[in-house]
Nanobody, 119 residues
Framework: QVHLVESGGGLVQTGGSLRLSCIAS????????VGWFRQAPGKERDWVSC???????YYADSVKGRFAISRDNAKNTVYLQTNSLKPEDTAVYYC?????????????WGQGTQVTVSS
C-alpha cells in the first residue's frame, strides 16, 4: 500500500527556516518523480517544487532561491528545505509522488504538514 507521510512543519518567524520531510512506503521514491504543493487558507493549491526521475529540480518563481528539494534514496525520503520564510509561505505543504513533473498533481498525495510564518 502506498503511503506518503510529511513532517517538519511548524511555527516560525519571518526569515526563519524549516526542513520538511516526506517518507514513502509501499514504493521506491527513486523510481518516481516527487514534489511539493502547498495550499493556503481560502486559496488554490499551488505547485512548489519537483524532483524529476532524471534528477532535475524545478521550482515555482515564488520560492526560487529560497527553497531546495532533495532526496535520500537510502531513507526513501524527500525533503524540502525552506529558507528566508515569509508570511505568504504560510500553508499546508503536501508531498506528491507521480510519473512526471507536469502531471504530478495526479499522483499520490500525503496528508500534509502545516507551515505558519509569523510576521
Amino acid at each position: 500500500q502506498v503511503h506518503l507521510v510529511e513532517s517538519g512543519g511548524g511555527l516560525v518567524q519571518t526569515g526563519g527556516s524549516l526542513r520538511l520531510s516526506c517518507i514513502a512506503s509501499g514504493f521506491r521514491l527513486d523510481y518516481v518523480t516527487v514534489g511539493w504543493f502547498r495550499q493556503a487558507p481560502g486559496k488554490e493549491r499551488d505547485w512548489v517544487s519537483c524532483f524529476s526521475g532524471d534528477g532535475s529540480t524545478y521550482y515555482a518563481d515564488s520560492v526560487k532561491g529560497r527553497f531546495a528539494i532533495s532526496r535520500d534514496n537510502a531513507k526513501n525520503t524527500v525533503y524540502l528545505q525552506t529558507n528566508s520564510l515569509k508570511p505568504e509561505d504560510t500553508a499546508v505543504y503536501y508531498c506528491v509522488a507521480g510519473h512526471n513533473c507536469r502531471e504530478l498533481a495526479t499522483g499520490y498525495w500525503g496528508q500534509g504538514t502545516q507551515v505558519t510564518v509569523s510576521s
